[in-house]
Structures are given as C-alpha cells and as structure tokens.
C-alpha cells in the first residue's frame, strides 16, 4: 500500500477534518517511516540528529489535555475561516504558488505533538499528511501561522506537479546535493538555485566535523526562507497571514 493509500484509509476510519495523533499513534507511525525520510538520511544528518538506535523515536511525543485540544480546535477552524475571507495579501501570496485555497480547507489536519526538543530538535515541521509541532506551541500566538505554514508543505508533498510547474515557470532550476547538506523533512530531495539571488538553496551545516544538532546549520544570505523554495513559498504565505491577521478591524 502507498502513502496516501494508507493515509486514506486510515481517514476512512476517522473521517474528522481535526484529528490529533495520540503519543501512541504518532510513534508508531513515525517509526514505520511512511515517507522514507529516516531511510534517506545520511551518516551526517543522522549524527547531527543524535540517532543511535532503532527507537529513537520512543519517548518525544505525548497526549495532551482538553485545553490543549480546544486551543489547536480553535487555531485550525480560525486559520480555514481566514483562508475563506476575501482578501487581498494572502490570497495574492496562496496565487503567486498556485495554492487553492479550496483544496487547502479540505486538507484535514493531523496533528502529532512533541514533548521534547530531541526529535527534529523540537521544530515543527511535516511527515507526510502529519502536522508536528512542539508542546509550547500549542501556549504561543504563532500557533495558528505555525500550523498553515506546515499545512502548506503538506500541500505541497500532495501537489507535487503543481509545485514543480510553479517552481519552473519561476526560474528555479534543480542542482545535485550538497556534500553538508542538512535534510529537512519539509521539502523533496531536490536541490535548488534560487533566480534572483543566483545562490544555491540549502542549510550547510556549519561544521561536519563537530556536529551537536540540526540546528547547526547556515542559510543562504542568512535567511532560512532560502533554504528551499518549499520553505521561501510557506514563509511568504505565513508572513501574509500575519500581516492580515494584524490588520483585521
């Protein structure tokens, strides 16, 4: 069975547009690897993400209480009611990618959620159709633009061919991996060159000799957006979320 075979099946079951992974849940799913990305990470990506063993993932997820529960509710059905709104910036930012703000709604969220920062370094980000995101999040006035900005790398791991078309028609072009490349499990496995800045897009770890964490990495022209055009596209659309959210009367 495929991923997203396996992902509508299991929504067959659970046919919530919320569903909110318990600890449980999202270690076995994480440890089944679905979307290969533990299979395809390298000597370096896996030292600088400590794994030293089979069940590395055991022990970073938790279940969360009622409250924890009512504030992502409120969060997810805000962020869909602000994509149904007529407006100007986030629409245009949703255009300029080709993101269908329709397809993106009927997108359902599924949550896992962190209780320590040893996974991924405890950044949020996506493993297929799953959304992960760290405990404190869920308490931070980012959590609505936190979870729409995963929501459309989510989107784009479901539409890759209009992603591709997208980046094409832009002028990105794919280059071979970088020797120091870090992996992000938000993006394909390309490698790009940006067409305005004319900088190769990757985070380089700043030195594979001494590698602590994935946080130790540099950024093209020091702008983590730059790290992929998957990231450049989902931080535009954050940032024009924000600056509508803000302006909201």
């Known amino acids: 069975m495929g991923f997203f075979d396996w992902i509508k099946s299991f929504f067959l079951k659970k046919p919530e547009n919320l569903y909110v992974l318990q600890k449980k849940e999202i270690e076995t799913y994480l440890a089944a690897d679905p979307d290969s990305f533990m299979r395809s990470l390298d000597t370096m990506n ?6 030293h063993t089979p069940s590395f993932i055991a022990g970073h997820f938790c279940n969360i209480n009622r409250a924890e529960h009512k504030r992502i509710t409120n969060a997810t059905r805000t962020v869909d009611n602000m994509l149904q709104k007529e407006n100007g910036s986030l629409h245009e930012a949703l255009e300029r990618w ?14 896992g959620v962190m209780a320590t920062n040893s996974y991924e370094r405890g950044m ?3 493993r297929g159709i799953v959304i992960i995101i760290h405990r404190k999040v869920l308490a931070s006035q980012a959590l609505e633009s936190t979870l729409l900005h995963e929501k459309i790398h989510v989107y784009q791991k ?8 997208v980046l ?12 120091y490349q870090r992996l992000n499990p938000d993006t394909n496995t390309s490698t790009y060159h940006h067409p305005k800045y004319d900088v190769p897009m990757y985070a380089s770890f700043k030195d594979s000799s001494m590698l602590q964490s994935i946080s130790d ?14 990231e450049e596209c989902a931080y535009e659309i954050q940032r024009a979320y924000e600056a ?6």
């Open 124 to 126: 949020s980000h996506t």
């Open 217 to 230: 990495v540099v950024f093209p022209m020091n702008d983590m957006s730059l790290e992929h055009p998957y």
């Open 46 to 51: 896996k030292t600088a993400r400590q794994i």
């Open 168 to 179: 094409t028609k832009k002028g990105y072009f794919q280059k071979s991996c970088a020797i």
């Open 244 to 249: 509508f959210y803000r302006n909201i009367p």
């Open 158 to 165: 479901m539409f890759p061919s209009v992603i591709d078309e």
């Open 98 to 111: 080709k993101i269908s703000y329709t397809q993106l709604i009927q997108i359902p969220w599924v949550i």
